[in-house]
Every structure is written in C-alpha cells, then in structure tokens.
C-alpha cells in the first residue's frame, strides 16, 4: 500500500517548456488535490478533482491544466512554464465521507529558468 | 488568500518543555485541522477538532477550538526532538469539496 506517490520527485525547466507531474493513489478516494508551497508559505490549491473526469479551480489556477482519467490518477500540466511557477508542488487525496483528513505524497521540486 | 493564519512563525524550545502554537482564520468552518510538516516532506495529518467540539486529545496533542474568537491551538506535550518540523493549521469552511485553506505555519524547533 503505497499511499500517494508522486512523479517525478525534481524537475528543472527553461522558460517557456511544458511538463506533466502525475499524482497516484492506490485508496480508492474519490476526491484529489494539487497543492503549491512556497517558501515560508503554506499550501495554496491549484486544482482539485471530486471523482473520475470531473475538475475545479482552486486559489491559484492560472497556468496550470489538470485531468482525471482514471479514479486514482491526478495529472497536473504547466503548458509553457514561467519562473513564477517555482514551488514544491504537492498531491493529495482523500475520502468523500469520514475523517476528511486529507493524504499527501512526497512533494515535486520544480524549478523553472 | 489565506484564511489561517499562526503565530508564532518560529517557535525554539527544550526537548521536554510543551509547545503551543496558535492558529486563527476570518470564516466560518465545520471542521479544522492540523498537519506535520518535516523538512523537504509531504504533510501529515495530526488531529481533526470539528466545529461543535471545543478541546480533543490524541496523545502528546492537544486541541483546542474557540469558534467565537475563530481561533485554534494545538498543544504538544513533552516535547521530543523528533518533534522539529512545521506544523499548519487547515479549514474547511462553506468551500466544500473537502477543500482545505492552510495557514503559513509554525515551525517549531526541540532542542536536545
């Protein structure tokens, strides 16, 4: 039970490419989250998704583009990155119902140049 | 924007003296959360206190929820140097969806 796991773990982009992080989780939630963090911050939500083939704007949706095709896979794009766009970029999901408490993976380091 | 928002930012203590970190948001929430973050790790959830509850205990941690002033403060006890990390606290007001809104967080440093 490997929890949420995420890929890759660090990235370096120019300006201006393109990159997919896949987010995946093996506990049948429904419900799954991308998150940024910068330095000093806290977690801000970029998108998030209710179930297979539906998504929602988070705080901070600009510049990102999400899917859900499969219930356990969570992808995030960046179509032409900018160097605002440097964060540690987290996953996470959860159950529709119960705790609520939400379970993250490990993180992507993204730098953009 | 963030609705949490915790104080102190950094928080330097002894390993066995207790810790206290405070946490207020500005709306309304049915639930609040606190999570673990260690150094260059994803976060951990620690402890769910729900908006008609007032204190709960899980171990070393204790929570506290004051609706009226919409503050929260997580309470570690006997603090151990395993302890060193960030910790936030979360809310899920009317956004629903489960949608968390984390505040900066406390770091929290145990010396030995």
């Known amino acids: 039970n490997a929890g949420v796991t995420q890929t890759p773990k660090f990235r370096v982009l120019k300006t201006g490419q393109s990159m997919t992080l896949l987010c995946a989780q093996d506990?049948?939630?429904?419900?799954m989250y991308w998150y940024r963090q910068d330095p000093g911050m806290g977690l801000r939500l970029i998108h998030y998704?209710?179930?297979?083939?539906?998504?929602a704007k988070g705080e901070v949706p600009d510049g990102y583009n999400v899917s859900r095709l499969k219930k356990q896979n969570f992808l995030l794009g960046l179509e032409s990155a900018a160097p605002s766009q440097t964060s540690v970029y987290f996953c996470?999901?959860?159950?529709?119902?119960?705790?609520?408490?939400?379970?993250f993976g490990p993180g992507t380091r993204l730098t953009v140049t | 924007s963030q609705q949490g928002e915790e104080d102190p930012q950094a928080l330097s203590i002894q390993e066995g003296e207790n810790a206290t970190m405070n946490c207020s948001y500005k709306?309304?929430?049915?639930?609040l959360q606190w999570y673990r973050q260690n150094s260059g790790r994803g976060l951990v959830h620690l402890i769910l206190?729900?908006?008609?509850?007032r204190e709960k205990h899980s171990g070393r941690l204790r929570v506290t929820l004051d609706t009226s002033k919409k503050s929260s403060s997580l309470l570690i006890t006997a603090s151990r140097a395993a302890d060193t990390a960030s910790y936030f606290c979360?809310?899920?007001?009317?956004?629903?969806?489960?949608?968390?809104?984390f505040g900066q967080g406390t770091r929290l440093t145990i010396n030995p």
């Open positions: 996470a999901s959860s159950t529709r119902t119960g705790t609520y408490e939400q379970y």
């Open positions: 506990m049948n939630h429904e419900y």
């Open positions: 998704s209710v179930g297979e083939g539906t998504t």
């Open positions: 709306t309304s929430i049915n639930n």
């Open positions: 206190i729900r908006s008609n509850e």
């Open positions: 979360a809310t899920d007001g009317i956004q629903g969806a489960q949608k968390l809104v």
